[in-house]
């Protein structure tokens, strides 16, 4: 694995590698998009009542892959817009929120969900075996050609916890309406 890492490091530059972050995430929407309507549909009740408030939230398959579909447009925008950011600024703050909110997606719901089960659950393969070492990967690069200071780090992380459950309730009811109008 370090020799793959090595030569990474030699073949891509970091802006390069800040292009994989959307194709990373498109595996892992793949994956979802191959197992999580059959599987949500199947656990509803206790998808209902693991959900921190009492919400009467509702699921379909159609509603489930177009909010993927947007899970997956949504980090090419971001990362279109933002990729050419100088170094320490907004543009690439936002790209490394985006990175960050996928690492924490890793342990809430992937990891945790499948400890809480005891069983697979959506996404949680590609979330283990490609967004976590590709995410730590990401980070560990960041800070080595200084594009990301550990206090930045820090605020990054912090952020992503107070945004990470709206960004999540956006991508679901916007995949609510859209195949309610489709």
Request: net charge positive.
């Amino acid at each position: 694995m370090n020799n793959f890492v090595h030569a990474i490091d030699r073949s891509l530059t970091f802006k390069q590698v800040l292009w994989l972050i959307p194709v990373v995430l498109t595996l892992h929407n793949i994956e979802e998009a191959l197992t999580m309507p059959t599987w949500v549909m199947a656990h509803v009740p206790l998808i209902t009542e693991s959900l921190p408030i009492a919400f009467d939230i509702h699921f379909t398959p159609t509603q489930l892959l177009l909010s993927l579909f947007l899970a997956t447009v949504v980090p090419f925008i971001v990362t279109m817009a933002c990729v050419n950011g100088e170094k320490r600024s907004g543009k690439l703050y936002l790209l490394f929120l985006l990175q960050a909110i996928v690492l924490l997606n890793v342990f809430i719901p992937h990891i945790a969900a499948s400890v809480r089960m005891k069983q697979y659950n959506p996404g949680v393969i590609t979330a283990v075996c490609f967004n976590l070492p590709f995410s730590l990967y990401v980070f560990r690069r960041a800070f080595r050609e200084q594009y990301l200071a550990s206090r930045e780090f820090v605020s990054l992380f912090l952020l992503a916890l107070l945004v990470y459950g709206p960004i999540a309730w956006t991508l679901h009811f916007a995949g609510e309406w859209m195949a309610k109008i489709l």
